[in-house]
């Protein structure tokens, strides 16, 4: 008879060395003694001689769920105690996850925790298993290789024929996104002869393509061929993403046909990912002609069909197409979410039609769809764009009136909106209104700021303002420096703007041709045009390309300061760049010519320009008369 049978709570006579009976749990510093001295000096434990410390008495515990008898001997317990105890319990899976539920993570050693884990993988849910594999894989002190090992050991000794356990152990590295070695895994159970399931492989396979790492995906592709492993319909449609995510959009289609061809049908999910493939290339027409497929092959689009052509038309500004889209999908009874009506909202705002914008927000409501707060800011930031300044914040009222809190991206739509207005009283009001709704400002908030101080020539206030958030932590991107640099430029003060420039490069934040542009704009209202031309090098060796405002910001400067030939020199170097000349080319170089009284090759460029389709404007035109006045009026010019 086992004597520890007929143990329970009423029964033990407890002889303790303390009057406390609330047991704390052990901590991480108890954990460090040794268990004598645990023993003794923890006021929270009662000690007893007289509990035994054998495998039975665990497992007699574990069975009848006397868990503070098993929390009075933790600190004696040995890693072998534990092991033979774990055996004993192999056909209660249950028992053993409570068990180890009751053990401090320190008094378990890897080798107890993988025979465990064997265990517990027979009951019916993974997420037990899964979440102490994560424990063993996050730990960090055993490799997973380690931890695949041992799995191996206490299959062989359980006498376990499933290799469930090892699937698990796959699939708790792609949970935590550690790829490298969920495919260790795979190849290990390779080398053992073990196939892994489908399902494993597919999760691995998803986790590639989530991180990108698509000639990955084709290598476990590959192996999985040759393992035979049967690929499923979710198999071919995350290849099928994989072959839209390297742009390789033909062969999806054709990956179709390679499918059905192995008798896998291809469903909604396989077409919509071709669709979103061809969407995101800009590419509508071919997604166009994959809808007609699914049409005719009677597999019925769904929500997120509809919503990515919608998405892809409104991105290529083809909005009647886009809506007759969304009428087919409301005609075949699917109702669209807030997302694809903020997306043909967005579309018909960049178009600058807020009548089309408006009439979907109503239809929404009228469908029971709320709006979103993405669906105001879409609305607020196109009327600010039209200077529709009252409606905008009739807006802002039907937020608070709706129940819905403003976010980040609404207040940096209305400070950016005050701002284009000059109102700065107001742009700083909504910054501080902010602060107190417990939203953080983010770069875009402090970029308007910088620049409506910078452009109400208040520069003093925007340095100040770009002082005191970079001191504390926010580091300045190249717009913020933009704006500040602009405002210095247009203050007169181009040495501060390229003490900034210094300080982008200590930053380690690159300029762009903004930057550039801006500083070289400076020069040139200076008269300084051999430095602008200097910074115009210095931006190339940068490797930063030129576009047309840094060419014509060099030429007007040439050209105002007369020095016509080499206005017509970098004239020459845009086009050879390949960069064709615009109104503001022509006008510069017209200015230029008619300073040097030279009128018939000004009238020369005139026709030039008509000849390209360039309309002149007043700019051209009293360039030219300026010039015949000149012409006509010698003595002005010096001449007499």
């Known amino acids: 008879m086992n004597p520890y049978k007929f143990l329970n ?9 303390t009057h406390c009976h609330s047991f704390a749990p052990f901590s991480s510093i108890s954990l460090q003694k040794t268990p004598q001295e645990t023993l003794s000096q923890s006021p929270n434990i009662p000690t007893n001689p007289i ?34 105890t774990l055996q004993n319990l192999h056909e209660t899976p249950q028992i053993v996850l409570d068990l180890l539920n009751h053990l401090h993570h320190g008094v378990i050693d890897a080798e107890s925790r993988c025979l ?15 979440q102490l594999l994560k424990l063993a894989v996050g730990s960090g002190t055993t490799s997973v290789r380690e931890i695949f090992e041992m799995l191996a ?31 260790e895994c795979f190849y290990m159970m390779k080398e053992k002869g073990v196939a892994p399931k489908i399902e494993t492989c597919n999760e691995l396979l998803s986790l590639f393509l989530k991180l990108n790492r698509t000639e990955a995906a084709w290598v476990l592709y590959a192996e999985m061929f040759r393992l035979r492993i049967k690929s499923s319909v979710y198999t071919f449609n995350i290849m099928i993403n994989v072959l839209c995510k390297e742009g390789k959009l033909k062969k999806a289609k054709d990956f179709v046909g390679h499918m059905e061809s192995l008798g896998v049908k291809p469903n909604v999910v396989t077409y919509n990912t071709i669709i979103h493939g061809y969407c995101s290339r800009g590419r509508v027409e071919g997604a166009d002609g994959i809808l007609n497929t699914m049409k005719r092959k009677k597999i019925q689009p769904d929500a997120y069909t509809y919503g990515s052509l919608i998405g892809g038309m409104c991105k290529q500004g083809r909005l009647e197409k886009a809506s007759k889209i969304f009428e087919e999908m409301v005609q075949n009874g699917l109702l669209p979410s807030a997302v694809t009506y903020n997306t043909l909202i967005d579309g018909f705002c960049s178009k600058g039609n807020l009548e089309m914008s408006f009439a979907y927000k109503d239809e929404m409501l009228k469908k029971g769809i709320k709006p979103t707060v993405s669906t105001y800011n879409l609305l607020i930031h196109a009327l600010f764009m039209e200077q529709r300044i009252d409606e905008a914040e009739g807006m802002m009222k039907e937020i608070q009136e709706n129940g819905m809190a403003p976010d980040a991206i609404t207040y940096n739509i209305l400070i950016n909106g005050y701002c284009r207005c000059g109102n700065v009283k107001k742009a700083f009001s909504l910054h501080d209104e902010m602060l107190t709704s417990g939203i953080w400002p983010t770069k875009v908030t402090y970029t308007s700021l910088i620049h409506v101080l910078s452009k109400k020539n208040r520069i003093k206030e925007a340095n100040e303002l770009f002082n005191k958030i970079t001191s504390k932590g926010v580091l300045p991107d190249v717009i913020m420096f933009n704006a500040l640099i602009d405002g210095y430029c247009s203050n007169g003060n181009v040495e501060r703007a390229f003490e900034l420039l210094k300080d982008m490069d200590r930053m380690k934040v690159l300029p762009d041709e903004v930057t550039f542009n801006t500083i070289m704009q400076g020069r040139c209202r200076e008269g300084k045009v051999e430095e602008a031309r200097e910074l115009f090098d210095d931006m190339k060796r940068r490797g930063i390309k030129p576009d047309h405002v840094s060419f014509n910001t060099l030429i007007s400067g040439y050209s105002r300061r007369g020095d016509i030939k080499d206005a017509f020199r970098v004239r020459d170097e845009m086009l050879n760049t390949g960069f064709n000349p615009t109104l503001l080319t022509y006008n510069a170089l017209i200015q230029g010519l008619c300073k040097n009284q030279d009128g018939d090759h000004a009238e020369q460029l005139l026709k030039e320009m008509v000849s390209k389709g360039i309309r002149p404007d007043d700019s051209t035109y009293l360039s030219l008369i300026d010039g015949i006045t000149k012409l006509d009026n010698p003595v002005e010019n010096g001449n007499s």
């Open 9 to 17: 709570r009423s029964s033990l006579n407890f002889k303790t060395t």
């Open 116 to 130: 465990a884990i064997v265990i517990v993988a027979r009951l019916p849910s993974p997420r037990p298993s899964l």
């Open 51 to 84: 509990l035994p410390l054998t495998h039975n008495f665990l497992e007699e515990s574990a069975r009848s769920s006397q868990w503070h008898l098993i929390k009075q001997i933790v600190p004696n317990l040995t890693p072998s105690l534990i092991s033979q």
């Open 153 to 183: 050991i206490s299959r062989d000794r359980l006498g376990v024929k499933s290799s469930i356990v090892f699937d698990y152990l796959v699939k708790s590295c792609c949970e935590m996104n550690r790829a490298d070695e969920g495919f």
